[in-house]
């Protein structure tokens, strides 16, 4: 916790943000297209996608690693941002009715998340274990 925070700065929650920007307009932008509605693979790689390029990011930007007290942290910004992005999107086009209150939109966007992140460790552990590539 401590090599996180000492490391922590404003780039953590920029790609905090840009993540939850691209996970949120690409949602809509498929769910407008009506993607959603036929493939469950769209909704996974648009959940996984943000959140890979996130971890990333942080590997360039501090060339290390995070570690997975770090990501969750980190993790837990971008579900902030996405709650909130969310949340703001549905009550401008007078949809949030949909969701039913704020408290299931939170833990939608926590499930997301994290959701993605069980996802992701196992294939970064596999692919640095078989093929010496680390994904982050």
């Known amino acids: 916790m401590?090599?996180?925070?000492?490391?922590f700065s404003y780039?953590?929650?920029l790609s905090s943000l840009f993540a939850a920007l691209m996970l949120v307009?690409?949602?809509f932008l498929c769910r407008s297209l009506g993607l959603f509605d036929r493939r469950f693979i769209v909704a996974a790689v648009i959940t996984i996608i943000p959140i890979l390029l996130q971890h990333r990011f942080y590997l360039l930007?501090?060339?290390?690693r995070n570690?997975?007290?770090?990501?969750?942290?980190?993790?837990?910004?971008?579900?902030?941002?996405?709650?909130?992005?969310?949340?703001?999107s549905l009550k401008l086009v007078d949809r949030f009715h949909h969701?039913?209150?704020y408290s299931n939109l939170m833990i939608l966007s926590i499930f997301l998340v994290y959701s993605a992140e069980l996802i992701l460790s196992p294939i970064?552990?596999?692919?640095?274990?078989?093929f010496?590539?680390?994904?982050w």
């Open 61 to 64: 930007e501090h060339k290390k």
């Open 99 to 101: 969701i039913g209150s």
């Open 2 to 7: 401590k090599a996180f925070t000492r490391s």
């Open 132 to 135: 010496k590539l680390k994904l």
């Open 11 to 13: 780039r953590e929650i």
């Open 124 to 130: 970064n552990l596999i692919l640095s274990r078989v």
């Open 25 to 27: 307009s690409t949602g």
């Open 67 to 88: 570690r997975i007290l770090g990501r969750l942290l980190h993790n837990l910004i971008t579900a902030l941002f996405i709650f909130i992005l969310i949340a703001t």
